[in-house]
Every structure is written in C-alpha cells, then in structure tokens.
C-alpha cells in the first residue's frame, strides 16, 4: 500500500502546485485557530481523502482540513491521519518549503509516513522499519548519521521563542538550520541534522508522518518527560512539546 499512498501524495502535491505556480495571489482565509488555509489546501484534502477511501474503505480518516468530532474517533485504533498541505505559511511565503503529511496509525503509532514536498519533487517515505528518500527518480534508503557539532533545525515560522532560545544557549556547540513544514523530521532522518526540538503548539497531523520517517531511520521522537509521541486518539488534537533526536 505504500506505493499507492506515495502516488497518492504526488497526485496532491501536483494539486498544491497548479494554485501555488498560478498567476492569481496566495489568498488564504482563518480558521477558528487563526491558521491560515488555501485553496490548495482543500484541493490536496479532497485529493487524499477520495484517494484513501478507495485504498482502504475500512480506515477512517483524521485530515486537519476536516478533522471528525471527538464522539466519532475516540475509541479508534486505526486510522489515517493527513495534513494536506504541512506548512502553509511557507506556502503563502512562495519558499517552497512546504508539504503533503500521510500517515498510518495503528494503536497510538505511526507505521507508515509519507511525507512529499512538492517544489523540490522530492519524498520520504517509511513503513516495516525502513525509510527513504525519492529525488529525481533515484531512490535511496536513509539513516541518521552523526555529527559533531551536532546541527540543530527549528521551525522557520515558529523558532524564535524564549524558550527556545535558552534551550539552545544551554545545548552547547551546535550549528543551526531553519526549514519550514515536516522537512525538518526528515532533516533529522537524513543525516543533515542530529536534533528537532519543538516547544510551541503543533497538531497531531503537523507530525505523525514526519514522525515516521525520522523513527524509521533511527531517530527518536520523545516529548520533554521522555515519553514517545502518543496518537492514541485523545479530545485534543495538540502534541505536547518535543523532541526528534539521534541521541
């Protein structure tokens, strides 16, 4: 099935591309959490959704574009879980750094992630404890790689915080990269980082594919009390805060 769920994240990417390489403005409207939305977002939505129902009828789906009431998903154990379009900030900024987010989970883990950047064309992808990357048409498998100084990738859009300044004051020698979107679990799954740490807000959907690229090859991915990033369907669709690490 992985295969399919990869086309099926181009097939949504091409989507996100034909508004993305328009002549019309980036318009984007507010959601009730003030996060902006598109109409490349809806496209790629009705793209994947329509596209896993026909893989897998008996797979529901949690998609961030329209994400079930809590009475629906609670007792869930299996479920498809989809950001359509990861990073649209990045997306209305034209610095391409944004992505599709597929991913399986089964009893509270991700098993299976596909995450597809469109402007790059390029792919991650993981299942069965394997990850790799898909860059112009060469397929290779991936793994964490260790460095010293150790490079550090925080949000582009959300890395500027107190906290996370002091973080990095306290981490010792490191170098910095900023990268928008999913990209930076998969920077860490790659080897071109050692360490993603989170501490502002992120949802569910924002993570679980990129979550299982990064595990897949090596990393791991713990929240601040060491505890593994639990998709065990809960009312609240936020993530505490974490960390995606080699170490």
């Not at 979107?181 to 993570?207: H, M």
Request: with cysteine.
């Amino acid at each position: 099935m992985l295969e399919q769920i990869c086309q099926l994240a181009r097939e949504a990417g091409d989507a996100i591309m034909q508004v993305y390489q328009g002549e019309k403005p980036l318009d984007a409207t507010s959601k009730s959490d003030d996060s902006p939305v598109t109409a490349a977002d809806i496209a790629a939505h009705r793209i994947i959704v329509s596209g896993l129902q026909r893989l897998a009828a008996d797979i529901p789906v949690i998609s961030e574009e329209d994400p079930p009431a809590w009475e629906v998903r609670q007792h869930w154990t299996r479920y498809w879980l989809v950001d359509p379009l990861d990073g649209t900030k990045e997306f209305l900024k034209r610095n391409g750094e944004f992505t599709v987010n597929i991913a399986l989970i089964d009893a509270g883990k991700p098993v299976m992630g596909v995450v597809y950047a469109p402007v790059p064309n390029t792919l991650y992808a993981a299942a069965d404890g394997k990850a790799w990357k898909e860059e112009c048409g060469v397929r290779k498998e991936i793994q964490v790689r260790d460095a010293r100084p150790p490079r550090v990738v925080v949000s582009r859009s959300h890395g500027g915080d107190d906290e996370m300044k002091e973080y990095l004051q306290q981490l010792g020698e490191h170098q910095t990269t900023s990268v928008g979107s999913s990209l930076k679990f998969c920077l860490v799954a790659e080897g071109e980082a050692q360490l993603y740490p989170r501490f502002g807000p992120t949802n569910i959907w924002d993570t679980a594919a990129g979550h299982a690229v990064a595990v897949a090859a090596g990393a791991q991915v713990h929240d601040w009390q060491g505890k593994t990033l639990d998709y065990t369907p809960r009312e609240s669709f936020l993530n505490p805060g974490f960390r995606v690490s080699i170490y």
